[in-house]
């Protein structure tokens, strides 16, 4: 059998940048129990089929690839990764792979609803972080921006996360130009009552509805000057290949991280991989093309260990075509089809 490329066992997966992929964002739906403007349409989503969507074995089999291949980070998201009933299944499956000999890590990225409920299970399960989204503390904004009255479910999520063990506890809010700009101290200073570290996203073009203007945008300049009237802000060393630049609030220790996707792209150091819910290798969020691991995965005629390398050479090949980065400043850009939510945030 041949994909095209031949796996080499014992190398991991390395792109033709030399950068080398350690993380992959799973996504288990395309689902949601919120409507963020941003990220999907209230009405009108065409959802991936049923039949389509990875089970638990299908993940944990592509999981169990991608670890021996040197993959030491599974982030599960979505959609809303909360929807799944067998998350727990997911989550103690893939957090008990090894790679390199060392446990893998296991996070979430969550809308935080129904979190409290199920985190004592998700934690028994393996669970190493959970990064929750949260926009705006104001209920009627929190409606206007998601279509749905459910602020109070995500603060008890919240609650119930900075209650745990899991640390450190990130939230996540998109930044938006006259949307939640007056907001962004009162974030932090949530986020600080909680113990966790707030972090601003600059709106990337990733909205189903093929929406988003650079002028609504909120960019990292813009969120520090903000916050820098607030607090000094004293960036933190040794960012690595974290999506995130941090600084310290005054003399700490919390800190506060900016995700510049658009204005200081991080892509040089991207050691990311995404797969989406129906089996799409993806090597970057911009991507307008996708490998399809569902069909290796599913081909019932091969022997398990023929599978093992149909799934490999799918990602290879895949980190094999990453391109340099992302080019949404270039004006040729083009947006991906699938919106945020059915590709994995
Ligand atoms: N439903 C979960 C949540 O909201 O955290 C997980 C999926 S969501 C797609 C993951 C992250 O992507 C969230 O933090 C969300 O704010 C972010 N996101 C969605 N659309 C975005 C966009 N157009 N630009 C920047 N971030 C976006
Ligand atoms: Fe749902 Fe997360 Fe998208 Fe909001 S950002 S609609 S919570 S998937």
């Known amino acids: 059998m041949s994909l ?23 996504s288990l739906t395309d689902r949601c129990s919120l409507r963020c403007t ?12 049923r039949s389509s969507i990875m089970s638990a074995d299908e993940i944990a089999h592509v999981a169990r690839v991608a670890a021996d291949l040197g993959v030491t980070s599974f982030r599960l998201t979505g959609g809303e990764p909360l929807l799944r009933v067998d998350l727990a299944e997911i989550v103690s499956r893939v957090a008990a792979l090894r790679s390199g000999g060392a446990p893998v890590e296991v996070t979430l990225t969550t809308n935080g609803i129904g979190l409290a409920s199920r985190i004592d299970e998700l934690v028994a399960a393996g669970l190493s972080r959970v990064n929750i989204s949260i926009d705006t503390v104001r209920a009627d904004r929190f409606l206007s921006l998601t279509k749905r009255d459910r602020l109070a479910d995500v603060l008890e999520g919240i609650g119930a996360a900075a209650a745990s063990s899991l640390r450190p506890l990130k939230l996540n809010a998109v930044a938006m130009r006259g949307v939640n700009d007056d907001e962004l101290v009162d974030l932090v200073e949530l986020a600080v009552a ?12 990733l909205d189903a509805g093929h929406q988003w203007d650079r002028s609504t945008m909120l960019t990292r300049d813009e969120i520090l000057a903000v916050l820098g009237e607030r607090w000094s802000l004293a960036p933190v060393p040794g960012r690595g290949d974290a999506p995130a630049e941090r600084f310290v609030l005054d003399t700490g220790p919390h800190t506060v991280g900016v995700i510049a996707s658009v204005t200081a792209p991080f892509c040089s150091a991207c050691n990311r991989l995404r797969l989406t819910a129906d089996g799409q290798v993806r090597s970057c969020l911009f ?13 019932e005629t091969l022997p398990e260990a023929d599978r093992d390398v149909a799934v490999e ?3 290879r090949r895949s980190v094999g075509a990453k391109l ?3 080019a949404i400043n270039d004006p040729l850009f083009l947006q991906p089809v699938r919106g945020m939510n059915a590709i994995g945030g």
């Open 313 to 315: 050479t799918v990602l």
């Open 287 to 299: 991507a307008t093309d996708e490998l399809d691991l569902l069909q290796s995965l599913r081909d």
């Open 194 to 205: 909680h113990d966790a570290e707030m972090r601003f996203i600059e709106q990337m073009p």
């Open 4 to 26: 095209g490329v031949e796996p080499t066992s014992g190398t991991g997966l390395v792109d033709s940048f030399g950068r080398v992929h350690t993380d992959l964002r799973i």
């Open 324 to 326: 340099a980065g992302h």
């Open 38 to 49: 941003y990220c999907m349409p209230e009405q009108g989503n065409v959802w991936l089929t």
